[in-house]
């Protein structure tokens, strides 16, 4: 049976313009990370903002990301290669219903591991009171970090330049036994 411990809970007592872990334990701890994120950012006019995630502040164009998404009844795809960082989340943003978070949920699977890129696994949903199209949206997306190091550290920040809103949460889970 999978273990989950938490190795950082945050949530914002105030707006932040990002999210931030360090010192993550690459000595073989855990087998996988796993992040769960319930946020939103003050972008005004906007329905959902994208979050660009940084892993080891490795900010070179050493990420790649496929996207399956829908904010109608017609799913898409998107694809990326040679990003400067992985901007795949979207997280909820000041257009939509007020006091409402987008779900988030990213796994890194054998993140310590040192031989191989880095694989990471990421659902979300931008919820609204809306069934018009383009003011919700569901995405799952598959990155690669063309990175052999050990990921021990993960950065969020708005894309926009916006800020995370109060009461928003981060958690990060070391995974064992999975």
């Known amino acids: 049976m999978a273990a989950f411990t938490i190795i950082d809970h945050t949530e914002l007592g105030a707006a932040a313009s ?13 087998d996988h990370l796993m992040l769960k994120v319930s946020a939103r950012t003050d972008r005004s006019g906007y329905y959902y903002d994208e ?3 940084t892993l080891n502040a490795d900010t070179g164009s050493n990420y790649s990301s496929t996207t399956l998404y829908t904010g109608s009844l017609t799913p898409a795809t998107t694809s990326n290669s040679s990003q400067a960082s992985g901007a795949f989340f979207d997280c909820t943003s000041g257009g939509t219903l007020a006091d409402t978070f987008s ?11 040192t031989a191989n890129y880095k694989q990471v696994l990421h659902e979300s949903a931008v919820v609204n009171d809306s069934t018009t199209d383009a003011q919700w949206y569901l995405l799952v997306t598959a990155m ?3 990175d052999t190091s050990a990921v021990d550290q993960i950065t ?23």
């Open 144 to 146: 690669l970090w063309q």
């Open 18 to 30: 990002e999210w931030d872990v360090t010192s993550i334990p690459t000595d073989g701890t855990y």
């Open 103 to 113: 779900t988030n949920t990213l796994w890194i699977p054998h993140y310590a591991n």
């Open 51 to 53: 979050m660009d995630i």
């Open 156 to 178: 969020l920040t708005p894309e926009a330049g916006d800020d995370f809103v109060q009461y928003s949460t981060f958690t990060l889970y070391g995974v064992t036994g999975a």
